[in-house]
């Protein structure tokens, strides 16, 4: 827990969440700002910073972060017509909340651009 962190403080309990999934590493909650009709954010519970703060032992932890995502799209009904899975890492990469988090975007087609 990174007391100024606010992903630390909704895994905490702290600051509310709209959480669609927990169990004992991750959590999943709803975005306050979302971009399409299925917007979810998928975070560990250990404040890691970012993809640039993953180690080696980390691999499966992100495995089930993934397959996690793909079985929520699954239960929001986006998975048929497809989704996003996005992992911002650092300013350039625009990552605003510095505690690793998975979009799972739905719901509308997305544009192709990459930014
Ligand atoms: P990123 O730019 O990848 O760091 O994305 C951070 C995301 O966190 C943005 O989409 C925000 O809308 C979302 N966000 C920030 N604060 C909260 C919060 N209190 N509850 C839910 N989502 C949040
Ligand atoms: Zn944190």
């Known amino acids: 827990m990174t007391a100024d962190c606010v992903f630390c403080r909704i895994v905490s309990g702290e ?3 709209d959480f669609v999934f927990q169990d004992h590493e991750m959590v999943a909650f709803r975005d306050i700002h979302p971009v399409a009709s299925t917007h ?10 970012s993809v640039q703060d993953l180690k080696s ?3 499966e ?7 996690r995502a793909k079985a929520l799209a ?15 890492c ?3 990469g625009g990552q605003i909340v510095p505690h690793l988090h998975l979009h799972l ?5 997305l544009g192709d651009s990459l930014g």
Do not use: C, M, S, T
């Not at 979810?40 to 910073?49: A, D, F, Q």
């Not at 932890?61 to 397959?67: A, C, E």
């Not at 699954?74 to 911002?88: H, I, K, P, S």
């Open 15 to 17: 600051i509310p969440g």
């Open 40 to 49: 979810i954010l998928l975070v560990p519970r250990e404040h890691i910073g």
């Open 57 to 59: 032992g980390d691999e």
């Open 61 to 67: 932890f992100i495995g089930r972060l993934i397959l």
């Open 74 to 88: 699954e239960q929001e009904g986006v998975a048929e017509r497809g989704y996003r899975l996005v992992l911002n």
């Open 90 to 92: 650092g300013v350039y």
């Open 105 to 109: 975007i739905g719901g509308r087609k």
